[in-house]
């Protein structure tokens, strides 16, 4: 099945941005910061998400590490 996927890049003047999302019966907050993107599972099941391509199952909290932001976004 499909899975939220996430290629993150913050604008260069941003330093975090945080966010909930919802996915089927699974309810996670986000936190993207320069370094990592943080997940938490906050209801539901455990839930896999792609990040850049990589598969990750989140089922408490999740550090993904991010070894370079790519382009910057102006």
Request: with cysteine.
């Amino acid at each position: 099945g499909e899975l939220p996927a996430f290629d993150p890049r913050l604008p260069w003047h941003w330093t975090a941005l945080s966010f909930r999302l919802s996915w089927r019966e699974s309810y996670l907050s986000v936190k993207l910061t320069r370094d990592a993107m943080t997940f938490s599972l906050l209801k539901g099941a455990p839930l896999e998400v792609l990040v850049r391509g990589e598969r990750w199952c989140i089922a408490g909290t999740v550090t993904v590490p991010l070894a370079d932001q790519g382009p910057r976004l102006d």
